[in-house]
DNA sequence: CAGATTCTTTGCATAATTGCAAATCATGGA
DNA sequence: TCCATGATTTGCAATTATGCAAAGAATCTG
């Protein structure tokens, strides 16, 4: 089957006649009349019936026309991003975000605004939600917290709900429900001791941790990985299907989810861009962040 | 643009060679060598390398594969509809592998085997590069190790390079070069210190670990966040623009990149299906993989 | 109804593409 | 270093695809 075949056949679809396809697509009529039909050959099946209103597509016909758009579309994509006439907005924009996002909300966002705005690099810096491993600047913050601080302003998007969760295998073998001092846990490590998911493991089941991880994404792959509980976002646990949810929402471990940028970048159309992109992105989510049943 | 010479040029991406690609087509390489040049000629842009490793795709050559990828899907799944051979496979096909495979090489191929394969649903099981947490059975094991043990058989895809990494940030405050002794260190936990990788910050910078992790993915984002250098994989720092590669591939640290499977399921169809697919798939990667100068 | 217009289908000549074979290049092994 | 092997690049002839023009069919208008 030629590719190029289905772009002929799509032409037709579309003109409802073969002179009408040949025009738009500037062959001779009697070039896509014989590449028509060597298509059907070889697929054997009737792409159109010819009649009164001209070619109408059967419905092998349609089936053909909607792969053929998909093709149409990934083609002249790649058309222009390789000729660069898609480059309205340009330059970099650098967000940085906790692991937990960057790994397990932020990748699909990421890649829309890509292909609605390839002229803009975005710099993904990750950080730690255990902690703030650094103090580089970022034009575009997003961070679990419940105001912002100093020169940033922005909009806070969505409350973010954390929960415990185990995995099955782990639960198979450990079946205590919520009596959490008889779990083992997969704490944060030593250094963040002062965060309210460690006070309660040291409350709730002391002694009872058996791996301490210094990111958020580290603790998750462990709990998955059938070492012992853990407290998890409730967008990162509800979404592993190895992992079930333990709790409802913890009230004590909710905060607040903003997107933040310096006072003087507002402006930028870039970054007004990605702003405006990512707040209604993520919005879209807010149901999945907080961790409320519907979406368990 | 002809839409068959994306095919072409997807098939050269796929094997290296100019010569593989006509083999997998059926042409005649010199068509396949003239198509190409016809491509990049029309589109005025280089799409591959031509180096000691073969035909290396460009950036621009990647954005080629990812679009032909996806109108190859369309086109694929297009065909078994209208031949009434969709849905033929069907069930489960659990892959374990490991967490830097899992976040770094993999997405892009399961997504692709799903689009071929719709029926078969792949579970994946992430596991540590620095330890092995489960023993929970995988009907396909994506192993970095250099043979295979036990009952389980399979092919060696690729050499796994290895190399110190740095991101940017931290190299402008600590210009040490190779000057190993005077870095500072984002190693292994350290109940992983019997790995080849704790063994040389011991030996070349002892006790200048500043943080250590469980994962790779887990030092991948603290060597990113500037904490301090790391050997991490080749495919996992040299994609990452925050990241310098401070070292050549590291033969210390080579291993093999093996796909295995139980002996009693190679023949079973969805199994042999994610085989040759995933086989095929990581092949094609296999430059990156390594880590060689040209892919840097 | 006849004529004009448009579309489909076909035959022939021309142009473009492809395969074949050879020359050239690069790599690995003895 | 030489030889073997495999891959890339090039020239020529053969094959295939396409355009041109004409024949045939269908529809519309006066």
Redesign the pocket.
Known sequence: MEW?DLRIALAICRAG????A?RVL??????V???L??LEASLDIRLFE???E??VPTAAGDELRRAAEAMEGAADGLDRRLSGRDARLTGTVRLSALDSFALGLLPPHLARFRQLHPGITVELAISSTLANLTRRDADVALRATNAPTGSLVGQRLAEVGMAVYASHDYLARNPFGTDWARHEWVAPDEIFAHTAFAKFVEREAPRRSVLRADTESGMHAACAAGIGAAVLACFVGDDDPRLARLSPALPEFDHGLWLLTHEDLRGAARVRAFLDFMAQAIRSDRSRLKGTPASA
């Open positions: 190029d006649s073969l002179s009408g040949a500037k062959l001779n009529h009697a070039t009349w014989r590449r039909k060597a010819r009649g009164p001209g070619y």
